[in-house]
């Protein structure tokens, strides 16, 4: 069966530092790969979005990257985070020929103090 | 382009209440259709699904029939449970487009009292 897994789960980082949060999904091959932002009592927002590796499409301009260094590992960053990005991160799959449902992580709460 | 919009919550209800959460759309293309339920604290969860015209999505209690006429994708649950308490999720994706993006809607917080 397949799983998704995110991490940290909860990150608390001031202004002005760096970020990476890691994604990676077991048990499929070559999934539709994507970060989204969920601000506290928002709906989502998408950030990011993957094909295949090193193909990254972003939705929103904004001082956060994605890569996908692998075919199953999807990895957000930051160089400078700003208190604008803390929220609840989510990281999610699909199945790419289908375009069907997507399959979510278990996010990571940012806090940026 | 696609858009989904779902009755504003929140919602609040007892125990055994019956429960409608009003969901319509607009796409380019023939969409399939989903709601999702992202309990506190939590990633979403696939609820169910529906990938045709008439057809019925439903899981644990829960219901959705694809209306193509009225471009919906209603909620319901006879019986609503406190544990179902959560947020709701009403979304959309186009086979073939997009890259397998979904179209999601803001959300509709239930609340269930005892």
């Known amino acids: 069966s397949q799983t998704i897994h995110q991490w940290p789960a909860t990150l608390v980082q001031p202004v002005g530092s760096p970020l990476s949060l890691e994604c990676t999904v077991e048990g499929t091959s070559n999934p539709n790969l994507y970060w989204y932002r969920q601000a506290a009592g928002r709906g989502l927002q998408l950030l990011f979005y993957?094909?295949?590796?090193?193909?990254i499409s972003s939705e929103v301009p904004q001082n956060l990257s994605a890569s996908r260094p692998q075919d199953r590992q999807f990895i957000l960053s930051s160089k400078k985070l700003l208190l604008s990005d803390s929220g609840f991160y989510l990281c999610?799959?699909?199945?790419?020929?289908?375009?069907?449902?997507?399959?979510f992580g278990p996010g990571t709460r940012l806090t940026v103090t | 382009g696609n858009s989904v919009t779902q009755m504003e919550g929140p919602v609040t209800l007892s125990e055994e209440a019956f429960l409608t959460i009003n969901c319509t759309y607009t796409a380019t293309g023939y969409p399939s259709l989903f709601w999702y339920v992202q309990y506190p604290g939590e990633g979403l969860q696939l609820l169910l699904k529906a990938t045709k015209a008439d057809d019925k999505g439903s899981n644990k209690g829960f219901e959705a029939t694809y209306r193509k006429e009225t471009t919906s994708f209603h909620l319901e649950k006879g019986s609503v449970q406190v544990s179902d308490s959560a947020v709701y999720f009403c979304?959309?994706?186009?086979?073939?487009?997009?890259?397998?993006?979904?179209?999601f809607g803001d959300g509709t917080t239930l609340t269930v009292k005892p």
């Open positions: 993957s094909v295949g590796i090193g193909q």
């Open positions: 979304a959309l994706s186009v086979v073939g487009t997009n890259a397998g993006k979904s179209t």
């Open positions: 999610a799959w699909s199945v790419r020929d289908a375009s069907y449902e997507q399959y």
